[in-house]
Structure formats: C-alpha cells, structure tokens
C-alpha cells in the first residue's frame, strides 16, 4: 500500500525553549486538522502542555518528535499565556483537549469522515468513550478502536494494529496514550498510517466520564492545573507544583539571555 506524505504548509510559529509553537486560534487549527485528514495523507499533530515544554528543552530526542510534527497547537492557558507575554504577541484562543476532541468528532460526523480510537487506561474507559460519543455524535463513524497493554508491543502486534487501522478506512486517529508515549506512537507511524492522528492527552478520561472534567471558567481563567491537581494530587503535584514554575525561570533567563 501507498503511504502518502503530506506536503509541509507555512503556519506562523513560536519557539517556547526550543519546542515550536504553532500561532493559531482553535478554529484555525480545526480546519487545519480536518483538511489534513481529508487529504488521505499521513500526518501527526501535538497538543502539548506546559510540562512537555518543559520536557522538550530536557530530552532533545522528545524536541524532535515534537518539532517534527505537523501541526503543535496547546490546550494550556498558561503555555499560551507565557508565549504572548516573552514573544510580545496576542494569546490565540484555546480551548480545553476534551473539547478540541469533540468538535473534532463533531465537524468528522458532519462530513462523514471515519475515526479511530487509540489508548485509554483500560478496555472499560475505552467503551465507555465510543457509547459517549455516539450518543453525542450518532453519525459519528469510529471504524476502529484499540487500548494497548501498558507493555511495549512487540513488533507482530504493531503491525497488526497498522494493519488494522489502515483497512479501517480511518482518517482521523485520536491518540490517548499519554505523554510521552503517544507522541513516540504518532512519530514512529507517520509514513505506516494514511491518518491525521491527534494526541489528545486525558481527552479520553474526560469524555468518557473516568475523570469529571472542570467547569468552562477554570479553563478560561487558566487554572485547569489547579483542578486537575485537586483531583489527581499523587500523580499531577509534580507536574504543576515543579515544572509549571521553572517553565517560567527558564523562559525568563532565555529572554533575558542568561542562558544559551
């Protein structure tokens, strides 16, 4: 089978310690990504936070991944916020990764464009996220769905999951794996899959009703971390109480040149 590249396009970025930052509002990166998917090729978008920021500048090899990719949009307010602030620019709207994951799947079901669910913590939330969609969205056409052992696949098993996903017909591939696994799974099959896959963190979780999402003015007002710390303090407090601040330290010096 063919597996078609698609051709780079011009989009107005930022470099946030060295990850790209693509300059789009959500509406914009919608129409970026559904136009993506239309066009049959293989493609990857990621959707990161303030800790993968800062992930970045830590792991070159995950920079790579993530400055290779064809689009880098960000669900954060605070990640958003810090890039107007350093580079002197507007804030682009944002909206939560649950929220771009559903207009997504809106916008998909509209143009009856198939969809592909990969990730999960479980069988059971993955179900669950497929029964909530189609009950939002009955049109929706999810051709195909998979949530991995949390142990690497061997080589067999992946190509079987190419296999699949490629005879599914799918167009758009929502990856919900979590950082940074998903964004190794989309690299490492870009080139396998003829799909615009999507990682979309928690999406999954709250979507399917495993995590209660947080209400629209906590995002609004950039205080998504402070709720999700709440409600996961033992796997989040290390996320949002160490790496949030020294995003902020490390763009300082590099603004201020006190560092290479």
Not at 94 to 112: F, S
Not at 178 to 198: L, S, T, Y
Not at 213 to 225: I, R, T
């Amino acid at each position: 089978m063919t597996v078609h590249q698609l051709p780079s396009k011009q989009i107005q970025s930022h470099s946030m310690l060295g990850m790209r930052l693509d300059y789009l509002n959500w509406p914009d990166g919608v129409k970026e990504i559904i136009d993506r998917a239309a066009s049959g090729g293989s493609a990857y978008c990621c959707v990161p936070d303030a800790s993968q920021c800062v992930l970045c500048h830590d792991d070159p090899s995950h920079m790579a991944i993530v400055n290779g990719a064809d689009l880098v949009l960000t669900d954060s307010m605070i990640l958003q916020r810090t890039m107007a602030f350093f580079h002197r620019s507007k804030a682009p709207l944002t909206i939560k990764g649950a929220d771009l994951m559903a207009k997504l799947c809106e916008v998909a079901a509209e143009r009856d464009m198939p969809v592909a669910l990969i990730g999960g913590r479980d069988d059971k939330t993955l179900e669950d996220l497929k029964r909530a969609l189609k009950q939002r969205l009955p049109r929706l056409q999810i051709v195909y769905a998979f949530s991995p052992p949390f142990r690497q696949l061997s080589a067999m098993e992946d190509a079987e999951v190419v296999s699949a996903l490629t005879h599914s017909g799918a167009r758009l591939v929502f990856v919900g794996l979590g950082c940074p696994k998903q964004e190794r799974w989309m690299a490492q099959h870009k080139g396998a899959i003829n799909a615009m896959m999507v990682g979309v963190g928690a999406a999954f979780d709250f979507i399917s009703g495993a995590v209660k999402p947080s209400p629209a003015w906590v995002h609004k007002n950039g205080l998504e971390w402070l709720y999700r710390l709440t409600r996961e303090p033992k796997r989040l407090w290390r996320r949002y109480l160490l790496t949030c601040p020294r995003l902020l330290w490390l763009m300082f010096l590099t603004r201020f040149g006190k560092r290479t």
